[in-house]
């Protein structure tokens, strides 16, 4: 069987991601920073004073620290590889699909989940595609979202819910992101919101109630 061969990453998603990648290397580094401070200032204390509290509060901060920084290193490493694994479907999609020109133009600021946008075709385009909805960088905020309407040449396999699309405007970075169906979207926004609130309601009954004992 011959292997079929990886598509070289497109210039401006190698771009994106030579970025991002920087700035996991860079927030990897600030972790180690902070995790090390820490652990040297208690070993002052605990050398300095030489008594027996601040030696086992020592031992039990390394301890801590361990799991800590194994977790922080797992994490890192699934971040930068859903990075790597969402650029190579986006540099698909860009080898794969015929660009259409459309009308990008954002419906509301951006949020933690991404930024929500409009889809529209060109006037007089016949492209037969309706307006659409798009929620760009859904998993990661990459690059800076659009704050006014911008023409894009989008790549995306069919405009229905929930698929993966990119977008490339003149100039800039690639946004990446997926169509969404606003109702299914509003109504998960509104289960996030309910669900939040409920926690919040939560922690505040136990910090009453546990200002009592």
Known sequence: MTETPE???????????????????????????????TVLYAMAIAMTSREAANL?????MGLVMLPIAGLCGGLLWWLD?????????????????????????????????????????????ATGSAVSQALLNPTLRWSTPPVQEVQVDLYCRALAAEGELVAL???????????????????????????????????LVLAVLASRF
């Open 56 to 60: 086992l509060l020592l031992a039990l």
């Open 81 to 125: 590889r859903s990075l790597e694994r969402d650029l190579q479907q986006a540099n698909a999609l860009l080898h794969e699909c015929a660009p259409v020109t459309m009308t990008l133009a954002p419906l509301r600021a951006a949020g933690r989940r991404g930024a929500l946008v409009t889809l529209r075709p060109l006037a007089g385009a």
């Open 169 to 203: 405007p003149a100039s800039g970075d690639p946004w990446l992101g997926k169509v969404v169906d606003p109702v299914a979207y509003q109504q998960r926004q509104q289960r996030l919101q309910r669900l939040a609130l409920g926690l919040l309601i939560l922690v």
């Open 7 to 37: 598509l070289s990453l497109h210039p401006r998603l190698r771009r994106l991601g030579n970025a991002q990648h920087r700035r996991l290397r860079l927030l990897g580094l600030l972790l180690f920073l902070t995790m090390a401070g």
